[in-house]
């Protein structure tokens, strides 16, 4: 090899050196996505009672006397 080239060979190693150290100190972020944050669940209803179904209170004889 002449002078030339093993001058030229030094300096490609010492750049591939330089890449490889650069490549090692690189930070690197690793993680997962997070789903998006679904909406508050709707608070359940509560179970129609015989009581709410009724609208009136059922007459009474002593109602329809009028005085």
Known sequence: MTDEQIERSI???KEMLAQ???GAN???VEG???PAALP???KPR???RKSD???A???RAEDDVVS
């Open 57 to 59: 209170r059922p007459r």
């Open 46 to 48: 509560r179970k129609t």
């Open 40 to 42: 508050a669940p709707h």
């Open 20 to 22: 490889r150290e650069a």
């Open 53 to 55: 179904t009724r609208t």
């Open 32 to 34: 997962v996505a997070e």
């Open 11 to 13: 300096e490609l190693i």
């Open 26 to 28: 690189a930070k690197v």
